[in-house]
């Protein structure tokens, strides 16, 4: 993760592409808390449990003051079918484009498994405050309990 966008940095702000083909970027947010989730691939078993556990508390962070995006490399359209296949209340995004919001955050990296190197998305969630400055950072997250966690910070801010 890039130390260049720690707690009370500015949230870089590069669009992606909504399930619906629209764009989306954290400005559009601007006047009210976001909790931005980087996620590897839609329809793994970490990355549903997370989506559905944000899902489930959504309208708890929306009566906290807190917009949710849920964001992966993968299309659209695999948005679209990951959504209503587990009803997930959480909108999503795509930052398929080189250079986009995950590659300018430093997460879009060099990872391995078994023995094999490749890029892949690094689980990471940000906490930006309705000032677009980045208040808390989640690296590495563990699925487990991890909404909730998020959702107690959002409060406190």
């Known amino acids: 993760m890039s130390e260049t966008f720690g707690a009370g940095a500015m949230m870089p702000d590069i669009a992606m592409t909504t399930p619906e083909g629209g764009s989306v970027k954290p400005s ?15 329809d793994t078993p970490g990355c549903t449990t997370e989506n559905k556990d944000f899902s489930a508390l959504a309208a708890e962070f929306a009566a906290a003051g807190t917009a949710l995006l849920g964001v992966s490399k ?22 398929a484009e080189e250079g986009g919001l995950s590659d300018a955050l430093g997460i879009w990296c060099e990872k391995s498994m078994y023995g094999r190197t490749y890029m892949g998305m690094e689980r990471t969630t940000y906490l930006v405050g309705a000032d677009g400055k980045i208040a808390q950072v989640w690296p590495k997250v563990k699925v487990k309990g991890h909404a909730e966690e998020v959702l107690a910070a959002a409060r406190a801010l």
């Open 74 to 95: 993968d299309p659209p359209k695999k948005h679209l079918k990951f959504i209503e296949k587990h009803a997930l209340a959480a909108p999503l995004a795509s930052d």
């Open 28 to 42: 559009d947010f601007a006047g009210r808390k976001l909790v931005l989730f980087f996620y590897p691939k839609d």
